[in-house]
């Protein structure tokens, strides 16, 4: 029965820092194999949605899912939960004592007790994945912007999770770097891993993902396939941001 | 200049057994600092309050009372009280580190603060609980960013050493043998000039030993 649910069932989120109100009545099923975009102004709650959903946020009320479990009900089990779920920064966050080999295999070693052998293997393989094999005795310091984000999309990917989400990927990287961290993320969409981006490129929104949800003010407003939302979005506000976002 | 030298040989293996004790009790204090003071570092910084306090408590209580009355508290009174018999060496070690473990405690986490947030996030979205985070992301770090200042906390700590030699608890340590030479000779600065340079050979010593290490493990960002 496992395999017929969504991964992700979000139902009726609020969440406030204070006064202000981010989330409002979130509502939201992210199916396996889907890889999902979401987009909306600056402010918008997009971030603290994701952020939720690995519970480096608590809610305030209503439930999240994952996988058939409530993150919120998981207590001091949430590590198990977090575990199965990758988180790939704005700002990367490698570790920059760590060798990028090491970075790789942390999680791996030391979180799942997987042997080091066969951990730095298979780091050895998601390197070549990214396209950086070259590198796996560098330090974080050495790598140019682009080339750490695949590092720290090889260390999420090490911990084999059913689940990637991608927080403004590719906001804090020079726009000669861009290229190459989205032509990760689009190769992993295509391989049918579950994905979620928060992202305001909106040209591998197009590309890659199967659904665009638009969040303006903490609630979603729209939700359509890439090509319906760009070129038939319903509401005036998604219309007012995708004629911005590709007119500017 | 031929006095400076005759006090030397005639007090050689004095001197050298001073000089051996010192760099022993520093020795063990240092060990007793580290540990404690990483571990009272990790209270202080750990997710709980109650740790928080724990951690806190010890440090303004190793912080601000003198060392020399740390001396008498420990040493004196555990005598007296009759509850164990304390070695006079093993009194001086403890009171050294855990007083500077106090301190220690302190770079420690001031080292955890500046490590980022992002780093934490990092952490735990890879599946580590709130504690390892702390233990096997955080502190290494920390750790790294404050060798300069725990560096000086020891050099500080090998000096202080002298208040062992010169309390109550008269340990046979580079002052305490100076003093004891002084006293058959009456010459000051030809008998203090060695102990200078003694503690000179230990600090400098460890001046070259951090200097090393900082370069070695430094965080390049």
């Not at chain 1, 004592?97 to 393989?125: M, Y």
């Not at chain 2, 502190?139 to 062992?164: D, F, H």
């Not at chain 2, 305490?176 to 400098?204: D, E, H, P, V």
């Amino acid at each position: 029965m496992g395999e017929n649910q969504h991964l992700v069932e979000i139902v009726g989120v609020r969440k406030s820092f204070g006064a202000n109100e981010v989330l409002k009545d979130i509502d939201l099923t992210i199916g396996r194999g889907e890889a999902i975009v979401i987009a909306g102004p600056s402010g918008s709650g997009k971030s603290t949605l994701l952020r939720c959903i690995n519970a480096l946020e608590t809610i305030d009320s209503g439930d999240i899912q994952f996988d058939g479990r409530s993150i919120s009900d998981a207590g001091k089990e949430v590590h198990k939960l977090r575990a199965e779920m990758g988180m790939v920064f704005q700002q990367f966050n490698l570790f920059p004592h760590k060798t990028v080999l090491q970075n790789i295999t942390i999680g791996p070693t030391e979180v799942k007790g997987i042997p080091k052998n066969e951990a730095d293997q298979r780091a050895r393989e998601l390197l070549e994945r990214v396209g950086i094999p070259e590198k796996a005795d560098s330090f974080p310091a050495d790598l140019s912007g682009g080339q750490q984000q695949r590092v720290a999309i090889a260390r999420s990917l090490a911990m084999d999770p059913k689940l990637m989400l991608f927080d403004e990927p590719t906001s804090a990287l020079d726009p000669e770097m861009i290229r190459e961290v989205l032509d990760v993320m689009r190769d992993l969409a295509r391989d049918g891993m579950t994905m979620m981006v928060v992202t305001h490129e909106m040209g591998f929104a197009r590309e890659v993902c199967d659904r665009i949800v638009f969040i303006d003010e903490g609630a979603i407003i729209e939700e359509a396939p890439p090509q319906e939302f760009f070129e038939n979005a319903k509401s005036e506000r998604a219309r007012d941001f995708v004629d911005k976002i590709l007119h500017h | 200049m031929g006095d400076y030298w005759r006090v030397l040989s005639n007090n050689l293996p004095d001197y050298l057994s001073g000089f051996l004790t010192t760099c022993q009790v520093v020795g063990a204090a240092f060990l007793i600092a580290m540990v404690v003071g990483v571990t009272v570092g990790a209270l202080r910084a750990a997710p709980s309050t109650f740790l928080n306090r724990i951690g806190f408590i010890y440090v303004e209580f190793f912080r601000n009372i003198p060392l020399l009355v740390l001396i008498y508290l420990v040493y004196d009174g555990i005598n007296r009280a009759g509850i164990i018999s304390l070695d006079r060496f093993i009194a001086g070690a403890a009171c050294l580190g855990l007083y500077t473990a106090a301190y220690v405690a302190e770079s420690i986490r001031s080292g955890v603060f500046a490590v980022g947030q992002g780093q934490v996030e990092a952490g735990l979205s890879l599946g580590f609980t709130q504690r390892e985070v702390l233990t096997k992301i955080v502190l290494p770090q920390a750790i790294r960013t404050v060798i300069p200042p725990i560096g000086n906390l020891v050099i500080a700590m090998t000096k202080n050493s002298a208040i062992l030699g010169g309390s109550l608890l008269a340990i046979n340590d580079l002052l305490l043998r100076t003093r004891q030479i002084y006293a058959s000779n009456f010459k000051l600065y030809q008998t203090f000039l060695w102990a200078t340079i003694g503690y000179l050979i230990i600090t400098i010593t460890m001046t070259v030993i951090v200097r090393k290490l900082e370069t070695r493990l430094a965080i390049r960002r």
